[in-house]
């Protein structure tokens, strides 16, 4: 696999350049040398590829891909091995800093700058999660508040254990993961805290603490870290107002992720504020449409087997795509969350007419429970109708064939009638 430390070892011109060599951009990569496009690079600014499962040092990965239970890093070596072997080129230690029409990528290199033309373009550069400073937590500033992400790398790429005794902040499914990596380094968490009154993983993983011994504190929050050089404990805040001292030598801070939507950002893709990704229609594309999108830039958060999914869809729009096959960009309806409970809906655009390539559902999440009807409208009216009892971050998916051909106008409504 070239290593592009230095620039001149990259090509000049591709077919397909992809920004990132996670689940989605490997999984767009084999399927686009599936498909017989000549040359496709994969870029990555990691000094090796497979995104972020190469940190999970955990199961349960690969079940979609590999029909087997598969440990994160195991299960990225695969997906690295079928792309390379299909004949994609992965290029790592290469960061791309910059996105210009072209489609031209700007390189940096340890070895300098260099630059990428391509006739398409797939970014698929993941989530972050949000830091400390984000989420506005007070108090001091001691050694030992980290992210998921940082303690898996310290613990399984660095054999390292940060601390003893840490509390965990969130339980999303990457907390889980992040209590699982404690265990596996031999640390036992103090506590897991959450702000709302539920946990925000799916039941399964819900078991975890109590099988664990790890104390669960719902409606809590952190009001402050304490420590001078590193962390000696947490003040944490009760939803009726009342605090009380909790002793920990580190915070991890897990989940409330972000789509690391920087370049599509300086690109000067258009952007949605519900996702925090590009905008895009059902085919991934972005508002260049040389610019396609998958993966989770287009959402926080979905698994791994998700994201792969949707690089597999990817290649194959982008295959159409170059054969010039795809729908193009004409007509274009403006789909449109009209309800506070709706916290985001892609895509975000949908191309007319429909093609039989690209996503089949609009994936909606909410902001808080809810039940009653999600309702679609168009210029003329309502158009689609189903009952919807949601609960946050839940995955709600909608076939686009019950509505897409019924659209008139040019925007889509989407709302929920909560009396009904
Ligand atoms: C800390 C953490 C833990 C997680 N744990 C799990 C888990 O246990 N199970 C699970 O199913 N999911 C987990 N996830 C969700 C995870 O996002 C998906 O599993 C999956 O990795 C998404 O694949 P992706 O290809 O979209 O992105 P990623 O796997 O994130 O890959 C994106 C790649 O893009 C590269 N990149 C980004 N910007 C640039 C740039 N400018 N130039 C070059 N390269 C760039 C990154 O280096 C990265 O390798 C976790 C996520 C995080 C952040």
């Given at each position: 696999m070239p290593s592009a430390t230095d620039p001149r070892a990259l090509p000049e011109e591709v077919e397909v350049a992809i920004v990132g060599a996670g689940p989605a951009g490997l999984a767009a990569a084999t399927r686009l040398r599936e498909r017989g496009v000549a040359s496709v690079a994969v870029l990555d600014r990691e000094p090796a590829a497979g995104g972020i499962p190469r940190h999970c040092g955990h199961f349960p990965f690969g079940l979609r891909e590999f029909h087997r239970l598969l440990r994160g890093p195991d299960y990225a070596s695969r997906l690295v091995a079928r792309a390379a072997a299909a004949g994609a080129a992965i290029h790592t230690g290469?960061?791309?800093?910059g996105i210009a029409p072209g489609p031209r990528l700007l390189l940096s290199t340890a070895g300098g700058r260099g630059e990428l033309a391509a006739r398409r373009v797939l970014l698929a550069t993941g989530v972050r999660e949000t830091s400390r400073a984000s989420r506005l937590i007070g108090g001091d500033r001691p050694l030992g508040v980290v992210s998921t992400g940082a303690l898996q790398s310290l613990v399984y790429?660095?054999?390292?254990?940060?601390?003893?005794r840490p509390l965990i902040l969130g339980t999303e499914l990457v907390s889980f993961s992040a209590l699982l990596t404690c265990r596996h380094a031999g640390m036992r968490p103090v506590a897991m805290v959450e702000?709302?009154?539920?946990?925000?993983?799916?039941r399964f993983a819900a078991a975890l603490p109590r099988l664990f011994g790890v104390p669960l504190h719902l409606s809590t929050e952190i009001a402050a870290i304490h420590g001078r050089r590193r962390v000696e404990g947490v003040t944490l805040r009760r939803a009726d107002g009342g605090t009380f001292e909790l002793p920990c030598d580190g915070v991890v801070v897990t989940g409330a992720f972000t789509p690391e939507a920087t370049l599509a950002r300086l690109g000067g893709l258009d952007l949605d504020p519900g996702t925090g990704g590009p905008v895009i229609d059902q085919f991934g594309?972005?508002?260049?449409?040389?610019f396609f999108a998958a993966g989770n830039l287009l959402r926080p958060v979905e698994t791994a087997g998700w994201s792969w999914q949707e690089g597999v869809a990817a290649g194959d729009v982008l295959a159409e795509s170059l054969a010039g096959r795809l729908v193009p960009a004409g007509r274009l309806v403006r789909v449109f969350a009209d309800h506070r409970a709706i916290k985001l809906a892609l895509p975000q655009r949908l191309a007319l007419p429909?093609?039989?390539?690209?996503?089949?559902r609009l994936q909606l999440r909410l902001a808080r429970p809810v039940r009653g009807s999600l309702v679609m409208r168009d210029v003329g009216g309502e158009i689609w109708r189903q009952r919807l009892d949601g609960l946050p971050e839940r995955r709600i998916l909608v076939p686009l064939a019950g509505f897409i051909d019924r659209i008139s106008g040019d925007t889509l409504t989407l709302s929920i009638d909560e009396t009904a």
């Open positions: 290469t960061t791309v800093v790429l660095g054999g390292k254990r940060p601390f003893q702000a709302n009154p539920r946990m925000t993983a799916r594309r972005c508002s260049d449409p040389a429909a093609h039989r390539d690209g996503m089949a």
